[in-house]
């Protein structure tokens, strides 16, 4: 969270704290969303208080001007910032500053006149078919504790065959269970249905089975090895194994798990608005890009097979 206490005066931090409780509260930001958000302001108007050589007022905001912004995301580009995490920086900014206006405190031109970065375009990185099953299968053969295995298996499973994310796979509890459709909590605090094929309900069940913690309705599902809650850490180390031992590029990932889950029910003509719903996509446009994943492979299958590709 912000922490402007030498940076700026006592109103400009209330009205920090009453932008973050709104966030929070009423827009609903993933918790990691708001840190960063948080960090990005405060770096600001610290950068701001050395650039007007005093503490942050509402009139320091009012006078702000296009090169103050400028020099700002500057200094942050020279200190290696790429154009992803410059475009968040200018988007918490402009949601300070939007909620200042809102709430008729003050409003500025300073922001609209700043570009965000050019992005560039990345297409996920999806494992084939083959390579995803050989990530989960293979699992058993790199763990000597059977509970141990199952549980990674069970993770991993829930991140191809459901297309969870890691945090949401192991902030599942029993009672998200109860149902043949999972109830997922993802960003934002908002819930989807996804329904849990036979396969992934047998490696949970397997888990469930051979764990030797005794799990309660509402407790997280996956456990460490000392019965506390499971470590994404863990999962991604157990992954990094599974790179070595079956020859994976470096994007092989348990998020990999969740991109491959979406281009091979794509390209198996699954609907992109259902996938869209199983994701848990607030807009079409994130989902959109997996059409470009599954042209692409297409293209390179054909430059492979075809006599004159």
Excluded at 39 to 60: E, I, K
Excluded at 160 to 185: F, K, N, P, Q
Aim: aromatic share 6%.
């Amino acid at each position: 969270m912000v922490d402007s206490a030498f940076a700026t005066d006592e109103f400009i931090r209330a009205r920090i704290s009453a932008w973050q409780r709104e966030l929070g509260s009423v827009r609903r930001l993933a918790a990691n969303t708001l840190d960063a958000y948080g960090r990005d302001l405060d770096q600001f108007l610290q950068f701001l208080a050395g650039h007007t050589g005093g503490p942050v007022s509402l009139d320091t905001l009012k006078e702000l001007r296009g090169a103050d912004v400028r020099a700002f995301m500057a200094q942050r580009r020279s200190e290696s910032l790429g154009s992803r995490s410059l475009a968040r920086v200018l988007s918490a900014l402009k949601s300070f500053f939007r909620f200042l206006e809102r709430e008729g405190v003050m409003a500025t031109e300073a922001l609209n006149v700043i570009r965000t970065p050019k992005l560039p375009k990345s297409l996920p990185k999806a494992l084939t078919v083959i390579e995803a099953r050989a990530t989960i299968a293979t699992t058993n053969e790199l763990e000597d504790r059977p509970w141990v295995a199952a549980r990674d298996m069970a993770v991993l499973s829930l991140c191809y065959g459901a297309g969870l994310r890691i945090a949401e796979a192991l902030a599942l509890t029993r009672s998200d269970l109860e149902t043949e459709v999972l109830r997922v909590t993802g960003k934002g605090g908002k819930t989807r249905m996804v329904p849990l094929i036979a396969a992934v309900r047998r490696s949970i069940a397997l888990y469930l089975d051979l764990c030797p913690f005794k799990s309660w309705p509402e407790e997280p599902l996956f456990r460490g090895v000392r019965g506390g809650v499971l470590s994404p850490r863990l999962i991604q180390l157990r992954v990094a194994q599974l790179r070595g031992a079956l020859g994976l590029p470096p994007s092989a990932t348990p998020h990999a798990l969740r991109h491959s889950f979406a281009t091979h029910l794509l390209g198996k003509g699954g609907d992109l608005r259902a996938i869209q719903e199983l994701l848990g996509h607030a807009s079409l446009s994130s989902t959109q890009i997996y059409t470009a994943v599954d042209t692409e492979r297409l293209l390179e299958s054909y430059r492979n097979a075809h006599p004159r590709g």
